[in-house]
């Protein structure tokens, strides 16, 4: 009985002709890349703690000022009752 071939040739090697032309290619392709680092600019991350820091700071004097000028009583504005 003769021997069967196999119909497919991905198991196959490539030929040298084949493997030369793609490492010359390779080769003629590589060129030397300079990386820069980017100066760090404010994004949104830091935009956002920086709004809430605000905020946060904002609820606290307003509590405080209403504190003050409704019932004499707070931290900063004690002085300025109205009532």
Known sequence: MARSRS????GSKPSKSRRSKKA???EETIEEVEVVEESRSLGLDDG?????TLLILAAFFL?????GIDYAK?????GKFGG
Request: overall charge positive.
């Open 48 to 52: 956002m703690v920086i709004m809430t």
């Open 63 to 67: 509590t405080d000022y209403l504190l």
């Open 7 to 10: 119909r497919s040739r991905r």
């Open 74 to 78: 707070g931290m900063f504005f004690a």
């Open 24 to 26: 010359e290619k390779a």
